[in-house]
């Protein structure tokens, strides 16, 4: 795919001129969206909080393919992977070994970091397309590793394991899903800030740099090899993250939930919301979560069709993802108000 | 000037998204008539080649024989007669140097003027028919450049765009390249407008030059003219 | 030994499947320099269109020759209709463009005919070659095929116009303008050509594996493989590529422990990827070498 570093660059690098030009727009829209997050619990259904809270998990999933795919240029169809085994080790702690649910975090997180490492290390070779093909395979290998014969006391097999959601901790007046709703706000809010102080560091630079022209890196004295597989780490870690949070928030693991769909649902998500942008992650998980559902409701019997036309006409609308949408309706009013 | 010129740009202004590069470009070449266009890098000669052969977004008016060329797709635009010779050459680096030709000349349908066309162009570049089954990757940079003329001739044209042709060439070949471009326009009647940022050379081959700097016009006449200019000479021919 | 060479030439039957299908696979990608995520379920498509169109009493080669003809037209379609307005995006935009398009393919097929598993007539009928059983006449006539494909293939782009238009087209799209060449229907060409293919190969497979809309899925990875295997630049490698993904598969399947009818697809997988962390432009591909 010869055009994915061109535009790739040409989109990072008017979201992060973008980001600096709305900076105080979206430092505002960023609080006031985050005080309205806070105060849903308040005036919503518990079942929407708990769909809010799926689409923040599948945001922060989505932020994590996208330090791999929108910020390192490595194409990756197999993240499905790295949200799997991190809802597994959570689920394995906490039914297993009677972990408490948020040291199961930094555990999936630690764990998926080390087996994305080890992943991207083999993955230096390979670009574009071919990476593409050896990620979704790793994506394929997922359901039958977790169902397979040897990994059976582990895992549970084909059933799964079933997980208690925690209660809202020091007697706090809410509920499971509510308390798991702010939960995640925070841990959510950590991992982006991470997230944006990464990439706008010189390690983050460096990534980029890899992105657009790895031979340029390489001769101003960046070590290639390390930070493509330091930033597979990293991506595995947030989708792991993500993953862990998942499985709680479900109380249910099964081999099954963690197919190639996922990855494709993952990749999809990260296009739409806008590759190489962290605020489109956002619109991502909310697109993850609600569109499948919206396609079903249109018609029960061709939801896939009624889902794919959804996709084409969000592609047409917005080719760059929301975005490049937004950056291009800013860029529109930017002349008008000069 | 009352004949008519084969082509002439007026108010011609080109973009690059939102940017704007060319800011009202009046440019003509004559019938049989070499045109140069001179100017230091990124003064916008190349994007004014490109913008005649239909590959940027314009405004103002571009007229091919009184044709207006404006909103014509990049094919068609080839199609009316004007073949572009791009930066670099635009090689079909897998296809062999003859398929190289006969992509030229795919516009055109009359199979015995091709192969004689493709018999002239090695008459012209006999270092190409002796390459002629090469992959074309595989050629020198000066071959490369000969191929892309001679590609360019295989569309049977009446005016041709070079963008500096002689970037990157050693000196004899862009001696021997710019003999070729003189003999092609004085025997097959083929009008040229030259980008180059070589100047002497490109004042030695034109009949007329325009001169541009961060996409305006500032000089224009015969080049002979230029050529004898005392600040032409001092900032682009260097004495 | 015997029992290698057996599942050697079983592979090889096999295989016979995945050629196919990788073959329609690298003729889109030489066409459009995408990867059409797509084609399997164009391809099982238009095998329910031959299908509907027998059971509706056409005799099988008439059915079949409609359903190429119709396939390569609903391919110049797709992409003229589909593809022409986002040929400016990003590369990743067209890639869930094509996600999309299986989308609707595959749920359309599924409410159309519905998902019950049908049986598909072959016209080489299913006498036994080779002893026990290991490939069929209908394997041997799915290979002949897809031989006989090939050879057309490479005599269209080697020794004809429109061929080296369509190559030229691919290669360098804005030296190929600037040469008069209509790019944008040598592009809605090579997806109608990719189409035809598809069709014939679905064709080929589903009295193999039985016809419903899911019967593309696994196929569609390993027509995926075979043809990256082979290298994404010559057909012939895709050929090769694919009766060597067919091979591998059979022989990790027979071999190796542990590993079930699923685990096979995930280790014929990872071979693959082997392979090409060793040769990563595919055993037949070219090289590019970048230049600093």
């Known amino acids: ?338 | ?239 | 030994m015997e029992l290698l060479a057996h599942q050697v030439l079983a592979g090889f039957a096999t295989g016979g499947i995945y050629a196919c299908l990788a073959l329609a696979i690298v003729m889109i990608y030489q066409a459009i320099d995408h990867l059409n995520f797509a084609q399997g379920e164009m391809a099982m498509f238009s095998t329910f269109i031959a299908w509907q169109l027998m059971q509706w009493g056409i005799p099988y080669w008439v059915a079949l020759f409609v359903t190429i003809a119709v396939s390569f037209v609903a391919g110049v379609a797709i992409e003229r209709v589909l593809f022409r307005p986002i040929h400016d995006a990003p590369a990743l935009s067209h890639v869930v463009v094509f996600i999309a398009l299986f989308a609707i393919l595959n749920s359309l097929a599924g409410a159309i005919w519905d998902y019950n598993v049908k049986s598909f007539p072959t016209p080489f009928g299913s006498r036994s070659l080779l002893g026990d059983g290991l490939m069929s006449a209908h394997d041997a006539g799915m290979i002949g095929v897809t031989l006989f494909m090939l050879v057309m293939l490479y005599l269209f782009f080697r020794h004809t116009r429109v061929g080296l238009a369509m190559r030229a087209a691919a290669a360098n799209p804005e030296s190929a303008r600037l040469a008069g060449v209509r790019v944008g229907w040598m592009n809605a060409l090579g997806w109608g050509m990719a189409a035809a293919i598809g069709a014939v190969a679905g064709v080929m497979i589903a009295p193999v594996v039985f016809l419903d809309p899911n019967m593309m899925n696994s196929i569609l990875l390993y027509g995926f493989a075979g043809a990256v295997v082979g290298g994404l630049t010559s057909p012939g490698g895709a050929v090769v590529g694919g009766f060597a993904v067919g091979v591998i598969e059979n022989l990790a399947g027979t071999f190796i422990p542990y590993v079930g009818r699923e685990l096979k697809l995930t280790i014929a997988l990872f071979i693959i990827v082997a392979v090409l962390t060793v040769k990563p432009s595919g055993l037949f591909g070219r090289t590019v070498v970048s230049r600093v």
């Not at chain 1, 690098?13 to 006031?32: F, K, Y």
């Not at chain 1, 798991?180 to 460096?206: Q, W």
């Not at chain 1, 697109?287 to 006409?313: C, H, R, T």
């Not at chain 2, 003859?98 to 992509?103: D, F, K, R, S």
């Open chain 2, 1 to 239: 000037m009352t004949a008519a010129m084969l082509l002439e740009t007026v108010g011609l202004c080109a973009f690059y998204g939102a940017t704007q590069v060319l800011f009202g470009l009046d440019l003509a070449v004559a019938e049989g008539g070499v045109t140069t266009l001179l100017g230091a890098n990124g003064a916008g000669k190349t994007t004014t080649l490109r913008a005649i052969s239909g590959m940027v977004r314009v405004a103002g008016d571009i007229r091919f024989r009184g044709q207006s060329l404006a909103g014509q797709a990049i094919e068609d635009i080839a199609r009316l007669g004007i073949a572009h010779v791009p930066q670099g050459r635009g090689t079909f680096v897998r296809q062999t140097v003859e398929e190289n030709l006969e992509i030229g000349a795919m516009s055109r349908r009359d199979r015995a003027g091709i192969s004689a066309d493709i018999e002239r162009a090695y008459g012209y570049f006999p270092r190409l028919k002796e390459r002629r089954k090469q992959q074309a990757g595989t050629l020198s940079g000066g071959e490369q450049q000969m191929l892309a003329v001679a590609r360019a001739l295989m569309l049977r044209p009446q005016l041709m765009l070079l963008d500096e042709p002689s970037f990157g060439l050693a000196p004899l070949i862009v001696q021997e390249l710019f003999a070729i471009l003189r003999t092609l326009n004085r025997d097959e009647k083929v009008s040229m407008l030259l980008v180059e940022q070589n100047a002497s050379l490109a004042l030695e081959l034109a009949d007329r030059a325009f001169l541009i700097e961060t996409g305006q016009l500032v000089m224009s006449g015969a080049a002979h003219d230029l050529r004898s200019d005392e600040n032409i000479r001092r900032a682009y021919l260097g004495y």
């Open chain 1, 1 to 338: 795919m010869k055009q994915d570093t061109k535009t790739l660059t040409a989109q990072a690098t008017a979201g992060s001129i973008a980001d600096i030009s709305l900076t105080m727009w979206g430092r505002a829209i960023a609080v006031a969206g985050l005080i309205v997050a806070l105060l849903l619990p308040f005036v919503v259904k518990n079942f929407l909080i708990f769909q809010l809270t799926l689409a923040l998990i599948y945001a922060v999933a989505i932020l994590g393919l996208n330090l791999l795919t929108g910020f390192n240029g490595q194409f990756s169809l197999g993240h499905s992977a790295f949200y799997g085994i991190g809802a597994y080790t959570a689920a394995i702690l906490m039914d297993r070994a009677d972990v408490a649910y948020y040291w199961t975090l930094p555990a999936a997180g630690a764990v998926c970091f080390v087996v994305g490492f080890l992943f991207g290390l083999p993955a230096l070779r390979l670009h574009g397309i071919y990476l593409a093909l050896a990620t979704f395979a790793l994506a394929i290998a997922m359901p039958q590793l977790l169902k397979s014969t040897p990994l059976e006391p582990w895992t549970g097999g084909v059933q799964g394991i079933v997980i208690i959601k925690p209660e809202a901790p020091f007697g706090l007046p809410l509920n499971a899903d509510q308390w798991l709703y702010y939960f995640t706000i925070l841990v959510a809010a950590v991992m982006y800030a991470c997230a944006v102080n990464l990439v706008r560091s010189r390690t983050g630079r460096a990534i980029m740099a890899i992105r657009d022209n790895p031979i340029a890196a390489s001769a101003m004295g960046i070590d290639v090899a390390l930070y493509k597989s330091l930033t597979f780490g990293v991506s595995a870690l947030y989708t792991g993250v993500a993953g862990a949070l998942g499985a709680i928030a479900i109380q249910f693991v099964a081999p099954d939930s963690f197919t190639v769909n996922l990855a494709i649902a993952m990749f999809v998500g990260l296009v739409v919301g806008g590759v190489g942008s962290i605020p489109g992650t956002l619109f991502a998980g909310l697109f993850v979560l609600f569109v499948p559902n919206v396609a079903e409701q249109v018609s029960k019997g061709l939801a896939q069709a009624v889902y794919g036309v959804i996709l084409i006409m969000v592609i047409y609308v917005m080719p760059s993802g929301a975005a490049g949408f937004v950056r291009m309706i800013v860029g529109r009013m930017a002349r008008v108000w000069p």
